[in-house]
Structure formats: C-alpha cells, structure tokens
C-alpha cells in the first residue's frame, strides 16, 4: 500500500548567509518573495525578469533584494544555492528546473509541484519559535488557513518561555544526562492535560 504520510523533511535554512534566486517578476514571484520576506527579512535574494511588479520594485529598496532587467540565462544560477521559478512562460521555467538539476541546485517550479525539490510552507514565527507548515503540496489553501490558526491561537509568551529555558539550560552545570532529565522534568507540564 502507497505510505500516505508527508514524507517532507523540514529544515530551517540561514537564508541571511545563501543566495536565492527568484526567476520572474509577477504576481506569483511576488507571493513567494512577500512570505519569504516575511519569515526571514534578512534574507539574500537576486531576482531576474523582463519586468517587475510594482510591489516587487518597492520591496527591493529596503531589503536585501537584488533585481535585474533581461532574460533569464544559466550564468544567472551560477552564484546561487536555491531557485525559485515563476515565469509565464513554460519552457523558460522548465529550462531552469534542468540547468539547475545540472549543477545540483534545489530548485522550485512554483506551480508545478513535480518540478519542486521544495516545497514553500505556510510559516508561523513568535519570537525564537517557528512553525512550518505542509500539506505535501495536496492542499496550499490548508497550509494557509493553518498558518492564521496558530498565528492567532499560539500565544506570544511561548517566546518568554523559550528564553527563560534558555537561560536556565545555560546556568545548569551538572552533566549533559542530568541536563536533560532536568529541562524535562521542568517542561513536563506543556503537554499533559
Ligand atoms: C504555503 C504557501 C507558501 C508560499 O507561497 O510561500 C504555498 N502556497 C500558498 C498559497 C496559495 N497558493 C495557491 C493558492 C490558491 C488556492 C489553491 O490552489 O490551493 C494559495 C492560497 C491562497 O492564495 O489563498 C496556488 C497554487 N500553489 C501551488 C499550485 C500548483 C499545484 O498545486 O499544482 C497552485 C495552483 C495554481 C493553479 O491553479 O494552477 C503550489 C504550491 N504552493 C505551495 C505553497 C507549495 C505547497 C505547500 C504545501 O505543501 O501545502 C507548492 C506545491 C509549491 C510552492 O509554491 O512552493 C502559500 C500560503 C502562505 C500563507 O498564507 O502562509
Ligand atoms: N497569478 C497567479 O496567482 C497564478 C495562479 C496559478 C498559476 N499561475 C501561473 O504561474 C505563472 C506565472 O504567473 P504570474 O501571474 O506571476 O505571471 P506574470 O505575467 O505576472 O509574470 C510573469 C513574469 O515572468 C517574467 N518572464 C517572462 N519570460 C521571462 C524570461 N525569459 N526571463 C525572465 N523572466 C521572464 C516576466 O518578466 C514577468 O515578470 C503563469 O504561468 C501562470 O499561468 C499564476
């Protein structure tokens, strides 16, 4: 029987120290340029288009977001380590998808999910802590509709939390085994009813 379950594996990228292309400048690059963005405002990102969303030209002024005029060409992903594809156009976005399979770059064809090495997800970020949510790319709007319930329902405190533990977990000098059974036995509470 086909194993149903997401077999994704999340990992949590310092996008501040990679390069990300974005190729296109359209409503669809918009989106994946806003949420990314959104989640990580450090992030490194060059995108490449014909032309550009009005919105795309304003989040390029204060953040780290590069944008070139011309024709998407495989120099483009020379200097990059993960790229995200939304043109309009078919065969350039399909191009990209090869050239980076190519030189083993990961690489997203955003409305094309049997040309993703990754998926976006819905993102839920309070403080320290972070949520990323997937639906094995089955359903967009449920990752969505997820990402507004916890963003309401988790409270902001769980960040006090974590750096409370945090201090803590640094003012502990037993052994590591002691350490654990210690942050365990303090953090028991959370989850029993
Ligand atoms: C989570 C989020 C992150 C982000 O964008 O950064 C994201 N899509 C979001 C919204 C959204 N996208 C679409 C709708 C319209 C309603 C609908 O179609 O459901 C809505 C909802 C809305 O806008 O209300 C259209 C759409 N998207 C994809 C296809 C192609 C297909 O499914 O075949 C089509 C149809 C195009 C067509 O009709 O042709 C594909 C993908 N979109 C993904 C991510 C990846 C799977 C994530 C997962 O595993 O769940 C995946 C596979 C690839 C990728 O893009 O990485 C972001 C919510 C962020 C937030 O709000 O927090
Ligand atoms: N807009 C949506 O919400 C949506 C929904 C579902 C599917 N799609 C599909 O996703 C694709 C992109 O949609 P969109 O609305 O962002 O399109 P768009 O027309 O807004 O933008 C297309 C972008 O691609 C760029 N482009 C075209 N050829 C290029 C090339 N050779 N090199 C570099 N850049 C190039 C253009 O300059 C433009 O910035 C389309 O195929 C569309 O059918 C879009």
Redesign the pocket.
């Known amino acids: 029987m086909e194993n149903k379950q ?1 077999g ?1 594996y999340p990992i949590f990228l310092k996008v501040k120290k990679l390069k990300i292309l974005i190729v296109g400048g359209g409503n ?1 690059a918009l ?2 340029l ?3 963005l959104k989640s990580s405002p450090e992030s490194q990102v060059k995108v490449v288009a014909l032309d550009f969303k009005d919105e795309i030209k304003l989040l390029s002024k204060d953040k780290n977001v590069t944008l070139i005029t011309k024709a998407y060409d495989v120099s483009d992903i020379m200097d990059v380590h993960l790229v ?1 594809v939304a043109t309009n156009m078919e065969c350039v976005n399909k191009s990209v998808y090869f050239h980076c399979k190519s030189h083993n770059i990961l690489v ?6 049997s040309y ?1 090495d ?6 839920v970020t309070k403080g320290n802590v972070k949520i990323a ?12 509709r997820l ?2 319930f916890f963003e309401e329902f988790l409270p902001d405190e769980i960040d006090e939390l974590v750096e409370n533990l945090n201090d803590y977990r640094s003012s502990l000098k037993d052994s590591f085994h002691q350490k654990v059974v210690h942050l365990n036995a303090l953090t028991k509470s959370l989850i029993t009813k």
């Open positions: 997401n994704l669809v989106e994946k806003q949420f990314l995200i997203n064809l955003a409305d094309n999910p993703c990754f998926y976006m997800g819905g993102i949510i997937s639906t094995n790319g089955k359903s967009p709007t449920t990752a969505k990402r507004q």
